[in-house]
């Protein structure tokens, strides 16, 4: 099933984080990384990857270095202090949303919603 852009717009900054939380990767490493991990459904392209790590880099939530490992040069990121915590946020906020929306969806009606 395909996921409609508009969706994955506001979760695709959450994901990068959260993957950088887990270890220090280079940009195609976190494109199959996604992928493998949603079987198949999110599936991030260049043009979409590294403008939003671009943009991490900027607002300091990650930092970029390079490594050169067997003859082969990489651009590697990894999250900063202040993502972990943009990162815990994001968390929080998607649990409400969630909550939210399968408590309006039928299940989980009688869940309370978390407050952010």
Same mark, same amino acid.
């Given at each position: 099933m395909k996921i409609n852009k508009e969706l994955m717009k506001g979760s695709t900054v959450m994901l990068i984080l959260k993957?950088? *939380?887990q270890k220090e990767m280079y940009g195609y490493e976190m494109t199959k990384e996604i992928e493998s991990h949603?079987?198949?459904i999110f599936s991030f392209k260049e043009g979409t990857l590294y403008p939003i790590l671009h943009a991490l880099e900027? *607002?300091?939530m990650v930092e970029s270095y390079w490594s050169e490992q067997e003859a082969r040069k990489r651009k590697y990121y990894r999250i900063t202090g202040h993502g972990r915590l943009h990162l815990q946020d994001k968390q929080k906020e998607w649990g409400v949303f969630r909550t939210a929306v399968d408590r309006v969806m039928g299940r989980g009606k009688d869940e309370?919603?978390?407050?952010p």
């Open positions: 993957l950088l *939380e949603s079987n198949g900027a *607002e300091a309370q919603i978390p407050t």
